[in-house]
């Protein structure tokens, strides 16, 4: 054990935050963090916009239908960059063939997700409370306005950083056997016996969203969630599409 393992192991999604500024000292060190992330192929397809205007902040809130996301001290949106390197290879050989594709699209993806948890880490280690929001994909192209994004670059994730103003508890996870295979993937005949203890403990965790409210049980939540559909949501494809990835998708 050490004190980088505690913070992760102590990790808890922050929904409301103090009003406390971030120092610059502080920033700039989450920023440096964020560059220091590995990236695939040394190519740095990933940036951070970080969203200090407040109409802007506002209308990612609107977005992501939650108010504190306009409240939160810090509000980054980290992006799929593909637009610089296409633009690096036009200078250089003039041409730039290959920065549209689907590979280099996941690429540019897991870049900005691996960056992004890098700076929660980072973040949670200095005691400071974090919130992934993948709610700004409700409205990908809102956000793709707001923020004057390029072609070839495409919203990843959002992240609010602060110093937390309620102190919730570590939320039930499946058990590690459950997502941990040795040698090839295991699949269940009956899945609900081995979640019965994860149900359970769902069924005692307070989301701090609702308080005084217990959450449903975990299979209940997931029945939830794989039986609905936000329209716009499922535009994220073509929105894709629309910043100028192409994903080649005939056999
Ligand atoms: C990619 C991603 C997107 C998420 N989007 C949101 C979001 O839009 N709003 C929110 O309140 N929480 C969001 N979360 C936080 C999850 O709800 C949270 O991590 C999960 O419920 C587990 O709770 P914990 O982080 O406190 O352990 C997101 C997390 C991830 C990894």
Do not use: W
Not at 7 to 29: D, F, V
Not at 125 to 153: C, M, Q, R
């Amino acid at each position: 054990m050490n004190s980088t393992i505690q913070t992760l192991l102590n990790h808890k999604t922050i929904r409301s935050y103090q009003s406390t500024p971030i120092s610059n000292e502080i920033l700039s060190t989450l920023l440096e963090v964020a560059s220091r992330t590995a990236t695939s192929s040394g190519m740095q397809q990933a940036s951070i916009i970080h969203v200090k205007n407040q109409e802007k902040k506002d209308i990612i809130a609107k977005v992501c239908k939650q108010d504190y996301v306009a409240k939160a001290p810090i509000l980054f949106i980290f992006v799929v960059d593909q637009h610089r390197n296409h633009h690096i290879a036009l200078e250089v050989s003039q041409k730039a063939e290959q920065t549209y594709d689907v590979d280099r699209f996941f690429q540019g993806f897991t870049d900005a997700s691996l960056m992004a948890q890098s700076v929660v880490t980072a973040a949670e280690s200095l005691g400071l409370g974090t919130t992934y929001l993948g709610a700004i994909h409700n409205d990908d192209e809102t956000v793709i306005k707001t923020l004057n994004l390029p072609k070839l670059t495409y919203p990843v994730v959002g992240l609010l950083i602060g110093y937390a103003d309620v102190q919730p508890t570590l939320k039930p996870r499946l058990d590690v056997s459950m997502r941990v295979f040795e040698d090839e993937y295991v699949s269940h005949k009956e899945y609900m016996p081995h979640i019965k203890s994860l149900d359970e403990a769902m069924m005692s965790y307070v989301d701090t969203r609702n308080p005084g409210k217990t959450m449903p049980p975990f299979s209940k939540q997931v029945s939830e969630r794989m039986n609905y559909a936000n329209a716009l949501r499922l535009k994220m494809g073509q929105n894709i599409m629309k910043q100028g990835f192409s994903f080649n998708l005939d056999e």
